[in-house]
Nanobody
């Protein structure tokens, strides 16, 4: 049973930083593609960044390029999302999601495993 446990959300002022963590268990970590999604009320869940644990190939949505950094610690089976220069429009529930690295796609339907979500609130 794959489990994804997120941590690190919170409230910050615009321009501040937060780091989210996503620890995976119950699966061979190196077989995963892990992504961070975010969702606000009434909107669809959207991908923010993704990482192949096997190859370290990275993806960023244009809205976060240059501000967010996705990284991993293989020894801890953990993927991080460092969020800098946060803006009020970054306010959302952030979810860690995983699929097999051999799969494809960055839409929510492509990911079979999800964390419980962590709230990020950025005030102006």
């Amino acid at each position: 049973q794959v489990q994804l446990v997120e941590s690190g959300g919170g409230s910050v002022q615009a321009g501040g930083s937060l780091r989210l963590s996503c620890q995976a268990s119950g699966v061979t970590y190196s077989s995963l593609y892990v992504a961070w999604f975010r969702q606000t009320p009434g909107k669809e869940r959207e991908v923010v960044a993704g990482l192949s644990t096997r190859s370290d190939i990275l993806y960023y949505d244009d809205s976060v390029k240059g501000r967010f950094t996705i990284s991993q610690d293989n020894a801890k089976n953990t993927v991080y999302l460092q969020m800098n220069s946060l803006k009020p429009e970054d306010t959302a529930m952030y979810y860690c999601a995983a699929r097999l690295a051999a799969g494809f796609g960055l839409r929510p339907a492509h990911f079979g495993f999800w964390g419980q979500g962590t709230q990020v609130t950025v005030s102006s």
